[in-house]
């Protein structure tokens, strides 16, 4: 089995939960991801082989090219793609694709040159088209004022893909005898694609174009002890609030660590910060705030007050299913949909905006830390499925079993 991704760690760490529940079934599997140190450290850590793909993921991230080069990105990632993929998917029964549309488009088209079963997968519901709300908007391609029904922006949406990604993958497409797709977008979402997050923090609204299959989140318990030096920092006093942003840049803001860390102070609470992909830190060295690297985000998580975070899927599920109360501070993409989940839950507060003030964070953190909202925390908790790897191996296995047809433009 081929896993093939390529974008933050919230596209990788969903693959390793469903190559390991896939070898736990008896599978081989490899998974293609770009080659950041951390993604191959993780995936060396649980003994799955790796096949970088592409650029530097991080390097993408921290250099916030404009938006006027997206066409020219995606052309190097496509290229990327059809070369290690092509490579890495000989022998294999099946291919699993996510991540970056021009990304997926490129796997897909793999697994269709090959012959072999494929299955589309999405980590949040933002990239299927739905009545019941609008599309995300791509840089430097707004959505009109003039446009308000949700169809009509659908209908857009798939012409800014094909105008931003089109001609790379169709070039490739040619050069390995395949046919162009006229819908870049319909050829990634497929007619039944998967959609890997939980039902209770992110329930489907079936559409009548397509079936979707929730699978659940896929998530996989984390064995990996927490440094001594944290868990000795948390064992004194009262639980601190966790900050980090994951894999976001926060070039809007340069001094959000000072920010976020003077606003839990201001709550009487001590810190721990994570570095992140923004390489966080403090300018002055007091003992109430631990900075932390690589952790493991259940373990942490667990003997926390509350995380405030950047609303990734992964980074949301995780704090829920640890029953931490959240604040989001979306940056981007789908995050401040899961901002708005976390709020219409009540397990937490969606910050208004990506650049956090004290005043701002105050008040968020305030509503985060206050009682009630740790009581509906620690309820939802129990309601968070984590077998949804699992689900998702088995009918990836099912669906080979049965020799279902590989995928098709």
Same mark, same amino acid.
């Given at each position: 089995m081929l896993l093939s991704t390529y974008g933050s760690r919230g596209d990788v760490e969903p693959l390793v939960a469903l190559a390991l529940r896939l070898r736990a079934l008896g599978a081989q599997v490899r998974v293609c991801a770009p080659?950041? %140190?951390?993604?191959?450290?993780?995936?060396?850590?649980?003994?799955?082989?790796?096949?970088?793909?592409?650029?530097?993921?991080?390097?993408?991230?921290?250099?916030?090219?404009?938006?006027?080069?997206?066409?020219?990105?995606?052309?190097?990632?496509?290229?990327?793609?059809?070369?290690?993929?092509t490579e890495a998917a000989e022998g294999c029964d099946a291919?699993?694709?996510?991540?970056?549309?021009?990304?997926?488009?490129?796997?897909?088209?793999?697994?269709?040159?090959?012959?072999?079963?494929?299955?589309?997968?999405?980590?949040?519901?933002?990239?299927?088209?739905?009545?019941?709300?609008?599309?995300?908007?791509?840089?430097?391609?707004?959505?009109?004022? %003039?446009?308000?029904?949700n169809r009509a922006l659908w209908d857009l949406d798939a012409r800014s893909i094909d105008a931003l990604f089109g001609e790379a993958v169709n070039t490739h497409r040619a050069s390995i005898g395949l046919?162009?797709?006229?819908?870049?977008?319909?050829?990634?979402?497929?007619?039944?694609?998967?959609?890997?997050?939980?039902?209770?923090?992110?329930?489907?609204? %079936?559409?009548?174009?397509?079936?979707?299959?929730?699978t659940g989140a896929w998530t996989v318990p984390d064995e990996r002890p927490l440094p001594a030096e944290l868990v000795a920092y948390l064992d004194v006093g009262a639980p601190p609030v966790y900050v980090g942003f994951g894999s976001m840049p926060m070039h809007a803001s340069a001094d959000v660590a000072e920010v976020a860390v003077e606003?839990?102070?201001?709550?009487?609470?001590?810190?721990?910060?994570?570095?992140?992909?923004?390489?966080?830190?403090?300018?002055?060295?007091?003992?109430d705030c631990f900075v932390v690297g690589e952790v493991n985000h259940q373990a942490l998580f667990r003997r926390v007050a509350a995380v405030v975070h950047?609303?990734?899927?992964?980074?949301?599920?995780?704090?829920?299913?640890?029953?931490?109360?959240?604040?989001?501070v979306p940056q981007l993409a789908d995050q401040p949909y899961w901002a708005g989940r976390?709020? %219409?839950?009540?397990?937490?507060?969606?910050?208004?905006?990506?650049?956090?003030?004290?005043?701002?964070?105050?008040?968020?953190?305030?509503?985060?830390?206050?009682?009630?909202?740790?009581?509906?925390?620690?309820?939802?908790?129990?309601?968070?499925?984590?077998?949804?790897?699992?689900?998702?191996?088995?009918?990836l296995l099912d669906a080979v079993g049965r020799g279902e047809p590989s995928v098709s433009a």
């Open positions: 080659p950041d %140190e951390d993604f191959a450290r993780r995936l060396a850590g649980v003994g799955v082989e790796m096949v970088a793909v592409g650029p530097s993921a991080r390097a993408l991230t921290k250099a916030a090219p404009p938006a006027s080069t997206l066409p020219q990105r995606a052309a190097q990632i496509v290229a990327a793609q059809f070369e290690a993929v291919l699993v694709a996510t991540g970056v549309p021009s990304a997926t488009a490129g796997a897909l088209s793999i697994a269709e040159k090959l012959g072999i079963h494929a299955e589309s997968v999405t980590f949040q519901q933002l990239t299927l088209p739905s009545p019941h709300r609008p599309p995300l908007a791509y840089p430097g391609r707004p959505h009109p004022p %003039e446009v308000t029904d046919s162009p797709v006229d819908s870049l977008r319909d050829y990634v979402i497929g007619d039944r694609p998967w959609l890997a997050t939980d039902p209770f923090l992110d329930p489907w609204q %079936e559409p009548a174009d397509f079936d979707v299959v929730q606003a839990v102070r201001a709550q009487g609470r001590r810190a721990v910060l994570a570095r992140g992909w923004a390489d966080l830190a403090l300018l002055e060295g007091r003992d950047h609303g990734g899927a992964g980074t949301t599920t995780t704090a829920a299913l640890a029953g931490a109360p959240q604040v989001v976390v709020a %219409e839950l009540g397990i937490g507060a969606a910050h208004d905006g990506p650049t956090p003030t004290f005043a701002s964070l105050s008040a968020a953190l305030g509503t985060a830390l206050a009682p009630d909202t740790h009581a509906r925390a620690t309820a939802a908790a129990a309601t968070i499925r984590g077998d949804g790897a699992e689900v998702a191996a088995r009918l």
